[in-house]
């Protein structure tokens, strides 16, 4: 992968980081997400000179969380838990 090419895919090279999220960021989560009509939804964004940019929204987010025994899908155990809830 060049230096020289922006990459928005995990899966092509371009790495995820942790982030403490300012509360300028979490309002605009919130109102896109509130935009898009979603009740459950990752927001993408990227840090400008601008400021923050929503570069796009996930509305079926697959989140992974990764330990050293197994991998989980988040968005399957949410999925899982409502299932039994309902029964």
């Given at each position: 992968?060049?230096?020289?090419?922006?990459?928005?895919?995990?899966?092509k090279g371009s790495k995820m980081e942790?982030?403490?999220p300012s509360k300028k960021i979490?309002?605009?989560?919130?109102r896109t997400g509130k935009a898009m009509?979603?009740?459950f939804n990752a927001i993408d964004f990227?840090?400008?000179e601008n400021g923050p940019v929503?570069?796009?929204?996930?509305?079926t987010p697959n989140y992974i969380i990764k330990?050293?025994?197994?991998?989980?899908?988040?968005?399957k155990l949410i999925e899982e838990i409502i299932n039994i809830k309902i029964k």
């Open positions: 992968n060049s230096k020289d090419k922006w990459l928005a895919s995990t899966s942790k982030e403490n979490i309002n605009l989560a919130i009509n979603a009740t990227a840090i400008s929503v570069i796009e929204n996930n509305p330990t050293d025994e197994e991998n989980i899908n988040l968005t």
